[in-house]
Antibody
Framework: EVQLVESGGGLVQPGGSLRLSCAAS????????MSWVRQAPGKGLEWVSG????????YDADSLKGRFTISRDNSKSTLYLQMNSLRVEDTAVYYC??????????????WGRGTLVTVSS | SYVLTQPPSVSVAPGKTARITCGGN??????VHWYQQKPGQAPVLVIY???DRPSGIPERFSGSNSGNTATLTISRVEAGDEADYYC????????????FGTGTKVTVL
């Protein structure tokens, strides 16, 4: 079955860290760019970070100011998001999303179900 | 960073046509993609590269893009089309290249 499954979310205090994972199955993982997209409660979608298929190029939202780092392990078909210095406003459901093109096209044709990150004291 | 503006809501009767706009500066020069999101679910791609439909998406969904406005059109609207819809572009020249629109809630009357 073709799917993406996120994990690693939870409750964390402001200033803390979390690492999210996204396990892919049924897809040729290394052939596709991947992204993280988040959605705060009751709000719209916000693109967070993207990475090319071989991991050589990464792209981040300027609002993150270097606090988040995207990476991937193609041998494990897994995408990661390391989140540091977390703030209350980072509270959201975090989705991983697969690029829909054969080369980086930066639209998303497969999404995971998301993992909830709550930043609160 | 690049801004995409959508109307907050669109209401349409069953069997009629819904048009959802996505405004951006010279958006016609970019590729626009559209997603449908139902409550409690992940988004689903419904249109890519302005007007292409993924397999499994009904022909009732179509898209266009020109000038400063892209449009998602849903023909013969059904109750199951009620959802939030988001446009999206990739702005290569920006330090925030991945951009989603503000989202439109489509209500089927």
């Amino acid at each position: 079955e073709v799917q993406l499954v996120e994990s690693g979310g939870g409750l964390v205090q402001p200033g803390g860290s979390l690492r999210l994972s996204c396990a892919a199955s049924g897809v040729t993982f290394s052939s596709h760019a991947m992204s993280w997209v988040r959605q705060a409660p009751g709000k719209g979608l916000e693109w967070v970070s993207g990475i090319s298929g071989n991991g050589g190029s990464t792209y981040d939202a300027d609002s993150l100011k270097g606090r988040f780092t995207i990476s991937r392990d193609n041998s494990k078909s897994t995408l990661y998001l390391q989140m540091n210095s977390l703030r209350v406003e980072d509270t959201a459901v975090y989705y991983c999303a697969k690029d829909g093109g054969s080369g980086p096209s930066w639209f998303f044709d497969l999404w995971g179900r998301g993992t909830l990150v709550t930043v609160s004291s | 960073s690049y801004v995409l503006t959508q109307p907050p809501s669109v209401s349409v009767a069953p069997g009629k046509t819904a048009r959802i706009t996505c405004g951006g500066n010279n958006i016609g020069s970019k590729s626009v993609h559209w997603y449908q999101q139902k409550p409690g679910q992940a988004p689903v791609l419904v249109i890519y590269y302005d007007s292409d439909r993924p397999s499994g998406i009904p022909e009732r969904f179509s898209g266009s893009n020109s000038g400063n406005t892209a449009t998602l059109t849903i023909s013969r609207v059904e109750a199951g089309d009620e959802a939030d819809y988001y446009c999206q572009v990739w702005d290569r020249s920006s330090d925030h290249p991945g951009v989603f629109g503000t989202g439109t809630k489509v209500t089927v009357l």
